[in-house]
């Protein structure tokens, strides 16, 4: 019998408590446990960065973190980034520029993004590609990401 461990953790601002066994990843806690699947699992080793989520403000890994180390701690997926109706700026960059084609690497994209914007200045191009060299598109060639992500730099508001 596996050993389970009580852990109250907050996504996107609501506090959820749950039993979870101690090998559970991030990933699968989200997805599983808070139907939250707009966190996509695609390496499963940590580099493709599909699952990246904010945890305590900063990107994050989901499938290399187990659901037990974030216990206390608040996350942000991208559930938490804007509605149909009412897009975060994040996403609204990515769509006016096409920064997006199949879909599954852009909640990754997007919360990576944010998280560098929030604490990096990226000031040239150079910058913004070694901020998003954790994140793998197969789709875009990467263009229409760096032209989004660099209007949201120029703007320099704060990031919602």
């Not at 139907?35 to 945890?55: K, Q, S």
């Not at 180390?69 to 994040?90: F, N, P, W």
């Not at 690497?105 to 944010?114: A, F, V, Y």
Request: hydrophobic share 35%; aromatic share 2%; proline share 2%.
């Amino acid at each position: 019998m596996t050993e389970h461990v009580t852990i109250t953790v907050t996504v996107n601002g609501t506090s959820h408590t749950r039993s979870v066994e101690p090998r559970l990843l991030l990933s699968d806690f989200l997805r599983h446990e808070l139907n939250l699947t707009g966190t996509h699992v695609g390496c499963e080793h940590g580099v493709c960065g599909a699952c990246t989520v904010l945890l305590d403000g900063r990107s994050a890994r989901s499938c290399l973190t187990l659901a037990v180390m974030t216990d206390g701690h608040e996350i942000e997926t991208i559930e938490a980034q804007g509605t149909q109706e009412e897009l975060s700026r994040v996403q609204r960059a990515f769509r006016d520029h096409h920064g997006l084609q199949c879909g599954f690497c852009t909640p990754g994209m997007i919360m990576t993004i944010t998280d560098m914007l929030r604490h990096h200045p990226l000031e040239s191009d150079e910058e913004i590609r070694e901020a998003l060299s954790g994140n793998l598109c197969r789709c875009t060639g990467y263009q229409h990401i760096i032209a989004a992500v660099r209007e949201l730099a120029a703007e320099r508001g704060p990031i919602e």
